[in-house]
């Protein structure tokens, strides 16, 4: 399968790329995953969460109610995180 550049919201066919070595720990996409299904802003009640070992991330992990809405990745001023859709296609 194809992989292009996904638009944000683009549900059905997302995906949600982690590159933890560029994650600086800033946790923006939590607060914005929590105040847009939350209500409020609060990283641990986020569906994105941030694992940190010796202050260094060691991966980006989603909770099961993640929608792959992409939310996330319009926040991440560090490219850690990415949208991507698969062409279901097969083209």
């Known amino acids: 399968m194809e992989e292009k550049k996904a638009k ?14 560029k994650c ?24 994105i969460k941030i694992i940190k070992n010796n202050n260094i991330t ?11 809405c992409g939310h996330c990745t319009t926040v991440c001023h560090y490219g850690a995180l990415e949208l991507k859709t698969l062409s279901l296609s097969g083209v």
């Open 24 to 47: 600086v720990g800033c946790h923006l996409c939590a607060m914005a995953c929590s105040l847009r299904y939350e209500g409020v802003v609060n990283p641990l009640k986020a569906r």
């Open 58 to 68: 060691e991966k980006i992990v989603t909770t099961a109610n993640c929608t792959r």
């Open 8 to 21: 944000f919201g683009d549900l059905m066919k997302s995906q949600v790329i982690y590159h933890p070595e």
